[in-house]
């Protein structure tokens, strides 16, 4: 039989793990909303009202978990870098081949920026403000510095098996596959009038992963 003591212990501790339970999802949901106002009005056209209409809580509470608009931004920006790093590292790159670990990098990163257009927005919107939020954050270096370190090593697994060119550096390969991608995307529209091709349709967008592969396997594998 439990003593009375023990009673109000685990009567007492299920509140405190329900109200934690709830504060987690509601700032999840506050967090969801921004990421829509954000990428859709961008920082300076964000309203605090309607993150906290679409979040349905009161404006408050955004104020209450977040501080101000701008701390919310940074939270948005880092759980979005925070979402592409953990579906990066269910490739498992570590447990490829060097070549098709590299391969598998690009062709994630293209279906990522087509299937989160949000994460380019907020991109934008950032560049726009020279980072200045992201610079504040005191983990986003470590969040992604792993990402560095596995493509390091598929990179060196690759060198020594004669596959792959000798002074890659890891960071510049990865903002060569990001950039390949991110160009064509965020600069679609502009692209599609002036060359008079819709570089939107699925034969396009099949071909322009065909093309980016082969240009970093170009640069990467051993001629």
Known sequence: MLSPATVLSTTDAAPVELRSRNA??????????????????????????????????????VYYYFESKELLFLSVLEDTYARIRAAERT???????????????????????????????????????????LQRSSHIQEMNSPLVQLLRDVVDRGQREGLFREGVD??????????LCYFYLSNNPTLSTIFGRDLRTPA????????????????LLRK
């Open 204 to 219: 396009a967008l099949s071909e322009r992963l065909s093309h980016m592969t082969d240009v970093v396997m170009g640069y």
């Open 91 to 133: 490739l498992r790159l570590e447990n490829l081949e060097p070549a098709t670990a590299v391969r598998r990098l690009v062709e994630f990163t293209w279906d990522y920026y087509l299937e989160h257009p949000e994460f380019l927005a907020l991109l934008n919107s950032e560049n726009l403000h020279h980072a200045c939020h």
């Open 24 to 61: 987690d999802r509601t700032q999840q949901e506050i967090l969801k909303a921004a990421t829509q106002e954000f990428s859709t009005a961008g920082l300076g056209g964000a309203r605090m009202e309607r993150i906290a209409a679409l979040a349905g809580v009161n404006k408050r509470l």
């Open 170 to 179: 890891p960071v510049q390969l990865y903002i060569s596959i990001a950039a």
